[in-house]
């Protein structure tokens, strides 16, 4: 049950929200029950469109390449447009693969560094000027273990190196938008129970990593959700330019 609506009258757009066991679906969900209005985005129109229907008539849905910078600014400008603001950006839009480094082409390389990294950068960049009329606003973006192992899990080099660069972009979108209001802080799931690897972790294989877990389980999309709600409301005020790390013990600081 929800005692408090954290996002009431506030409009967040989520990429990746399109996956049916992803992140950013369950994120979407949340902050619906909050109170938000969801402008639901993915590469996928028909998935995200199925998001937006089912959380409901105040909620839309965008098909967008989040790599291109033509359709983030112009997804943006459509969000605004409708909704009248933007206060909440989450950057939950990704791919992985554990290719061996010897054996990456440049465009898996790409590929795994547009979706994750470049994505982050060019949605963020399309929703700063509008944050800046409110002179507030929260930019999440959705990191990972991996960035801080090396991989190791599953993804490899090229994954971990977008992921590790999305550390070092929240805390620059952190120092330089301070002064307008903006926070930016990133999340660092561990090993989550979902389709990210369109099947190559299997049930062994989650299970085995779960025996690793202090906590005992991999993370469900709803365990990330609930750290990025905290950063999208004023519960989290005063926080800015941090990493989150969700992943039941597996990696200790």
């Known amino acids: 049950m929800i005692w408090t609506r954290l996002l009431v009258n506030k409009t967040a757009v ?7 066991r992803g992140i950013g679906r369950a994120t979407a969900k949340l902050f619906a029950a909050h109170g938000a209005r ?3 985005v993915d590469i996928d129109g028909e998935a995200v469109l199925d998001v937006a229907t089912e959380l409901g008539a105040q909620h839309r849905a965008w098909c967008c390449d989040v790599s291109d910078p033509a359709e983030c600014n112009e997804t943006v400008a459509q969000i605004v447009d409708d909704f009248q603001g933007i206060d909440i950006m989450v950057n ?6 554990g290719t061996p480094i010897l054996e990456i082409t440049q465009r898996e390389y790409d590929t795994v ?7 982050s950068f060019l949605m963020s960049q399309a929703v700063i000027p509008h ?5 507030a606003g929260s930019i999440i973006c959705i990191s990972s273990i991996a960035g801080e192992t090396g991989g190791g899990v599953f993804g490899s080099s090229h994954y971990a190196a977008a992921k590790s660069g999305i550390f070092g972009l929240v805390k620059a979108l952190a120092r330089e938008l301070a002064p307008d209001g903006i926070r930016a802080n990133a999340v660092a799931p561990g090993p989550v129970d979902n389709d990210f690897t369109k099947g190559s972790m299997t049930q062994e294989i989650k299970d085995e ?3 690793k877990i ?15 709600l905290f950063l999208a409301s004023d519960l989290s005020s005063y926080v800015t330019g941090t990493v989150f790390d969700v992943n039941g013990g597996l990696l200790m600081h």
């Open 14 to 20: 989520i990429t990746g929200a399109g996956s049916q």
């Open 38 to 40: 969801i402008a639901a």
């Open 131 to 135: 944050m800046r009329t409110k002179s």
């Open 209 to 211: 990593i779960a025996k």
């Open 214 to 228: 202090p906590l005992g389980r991999l993370a469900t999309p709803d365990d990330i959700a609930n750290v990025c």
């Open 92 to 97: 939950s839009a990704g791919v992985v693969f």
């Open 113 to 119: 560094l547009d979706n994750n990294l470049r994505g």
